[in-house]
């Protein structure tokens, strides 16, 4: 993606290290947490220059190597006690607030759209509505946190919510990559997510995303029950 300007992938890069300083945040600045992160991205960055993620016709995908180890130490940490209460431990109002960063994400969607780097179902003019829960993030934020006139029941279907819009565009993108089982977007598939520093996408900051909704959901759930 040689034609692509310059300022796209530093908004991009700007964005994915907020998302991890908003995490970090949320776990209380534990230096393990931001440690893991930095050195997972630094990993993915050195994979992905060498164009390894650019080779797409391999059974399994190597795109699986951006997205599987997420997945698995998310579900880890649901599966052990230790998980649990590192997942209890979180900072409500930060891992609300940490979805901002989705505004930025999708602004840089829409330029890499016009860069005939992603498709417009990828974009607001498409299929993604995930901007929503980046601008409804600050009223939550307010409404629940600082006003105090949300209760935990509005928190919870919020999060509900937007997690619902989190996996729609994350399946239009896993289907619309040029992958043998592609169905979407042909004509312009989404390639963007193979190059650097994209791939921080789905193996950074979508996953941080997704464990920021379900740790959020996990407490305001468990809340209800003690309650």
Not at 203 to 210: I, K, R, S, W
Request: glycine share 4%; hydrophobic share 55%.
């Amino acid at each position: 993606m040689e034609n692509l300007p310059a300022y796209i992938s530093v908004l991009f890069g700007l964005t994915t290290i907020l998302t991890a300083y908003l995490f970090y945040k949320a776990a209380g600045n534990s230096k393990p947490v931001l440690l893991i992160i930095l050195i997972w991205l630094a990993v993915q960055a050195f994979i992905a220059s060498s164009g390894f993620y650019t080779v797409t016709d391999t059974l399994p995908p190597r795109f699986l190597l951006l997205v599987l180890p997420p997945f698995l130490g998310i579900t880890g940490l649901f599966m052990s006690p230790k998980g649990r209460k590192f997942i209890d431990s979180l900072d409500l109002k930060r891992l609300t607030i940490l979805h901002t960063i989705r505004i930025p994400v999708e602004i840089v969607l829409f330029f890499l759209f016009i860069y005939k780097a992603v498709p417009e179902l990828m974009t607001l003019e498409g299929r993604n509505f995930d901007i929503l829960s980046g601008i409804t993030a600050p009223v939550i934020f307010y409404f629940a946190f600082i006003r105090k006139q949300f209760d935990r029941k509005v928190l919870l279907i919020w999060n509900v919510i937007c997690l619902g819009l989190l996996i729609n565009i994350v399946s239009n993108a896993i289907l619309s990559a040029p992958f043998p089982f592609q169905q979407f977007a042909f004509e312009q598939p989404n390639i963007a997510i193979l190059y650097f520093p994209f791939i921080w996408l789905p193996c950074c900051v979508v996953p941080l995303v997704l464990l920021s909704h379900l740790a959020a959901i996990r407490q305001l759930s468990n809340y209800d029950k003690k309650a």
